[in-house]
């Protein structure tokens, strides 16, 4: 066993040397950050050839939550906490129900604050982890592994194919052939790290711009968002009430202490307060515009 992961990792692109950082422990610290700067432009060109399937995904994504079911992000180490990270940004940012969309992480949360080596070789424990969280076939599986060989995100997947939900894996090493099939594959190819093997760095970065375009599409398909702003947030701090009403203010023109009044009448909804002013409704009128237009804001005003 030992020989075999050797191999692959001899043979993970993200395990080369990069030929550009050979003398980088030799330089002051600005050229190293330099280095590393001029670096961390190529994932997102390494992105850019993925989008066609980045808006596959996020389709996916806004079709499995309009039926009912839920996003799982699975995956272990920098993977996994980016899942976690993604999903945990969902409910302020969008107002999401937090058991919708959702993310695991090899050994649990307390490696989200701290490394527990050999948890990503427990192929059985995704398995666990997904029967416990339910997995049904209504659900989506994003799948998160930087070198596609993960065994604990290979027996997520597996698992996934045998409940029957669609699956998403999303990598950064093309060389691995897996037996594992998924029903759309991302794989952002950002070449060898800085340091030799850590994915923290531009894979990780890859599948982080990755999950931003795949939860922030699905959203604004799902009428989260009216021209460029968030508009179902949960003001759940002071910063997002006062952004709500910064919001109000800015597509409306009204004065802070309208739109203030305005979030207030509209249950805190940002939404049905854009209405009311814009359409000079109440709120239950503001409402029941909302619910016809599947809760587009645009298509509510009539737009």
């Excluded at 996020?58 to 079911?69: E, H, I, P």
């Amino acid at each position: 066993m030992s020989k075999k992961v050797f191999r692959e990792i001899e043979s993970a692109l993200t395990e080369k040397r990069n030929p550009h950082t050979l003398e980088i422990d030799s330089l002051s610290a600005l050229e190293i950050v330099r280095l590393i700067n001029a670096e961390d432009h190529k994932p997102a060109l390494a992105v850019k050839k993925e989008l066609s399937k980045i808006a596959r995904a996020s389709q996916m994504a806004a079709k499995t939550l309009q039926s009912g079911g839920r996003i799982i992000y699975i995956g272990a180490g920098t993977s996994g906490r980016l899942g976690v990270l993604d999903a945990a940004e969902c409910p302020p940012t969008f107002g999401t129900d937090p058991e919708r969309i959702r993310g695991i992480i090899a050994g649990g949360y307390r490696t989200l604050i701290r490394s527990q080596e050999g948890v990503e070789d427990d192929y059985k424990a995704a398995a666990a982890d997904l029967r416990k969280a339910k997995l049904n076939q209504k659900d989506l599986l994003i799948a998160l592994a930087a070198s596609k060989r993960t065994p604990y995100v290979f027996g997520g997947l597996e698992y996934a194919g045998k409940v029957g939900c669609k699956t998403i894996f999303i990598y950064c090493n093309p060389n691995f052939r897996s037996r594992i099939n998924a029903d759309l594959e991302i794989c952002p190819r950002v070449g060898p790290e800085v340091i030799t093997g850590s994915t923290r760095m531009k894979a990780g970065t890859a599948q982080k711009m990755v999950l931003n375009m795949i939860s922030t599409a699905a959203m604004i398909k799902l009428g989260k968002v009216y021209q460029n702003l968030m508009v179902d947030l949960q003001a759940t701090s002071q910063k997002l009430v006062e952004r709500s009403k910064r919001t109000i203010m800015l597509v409306t023109g009204a004065d802070y202490r309208t739109a203030e009044a305005y979030l207030k009448k509209s249950g805190g909804s940002v939404k049905t307060a854009l209405v009311m002013i814009l359409k000079e409704a109440s709120r239950r009128e503001a409402e029941q515009r909302l619910r016809k237009a599947g809760g587009f804001v645009r298509k509510a005003l009539g737009k």
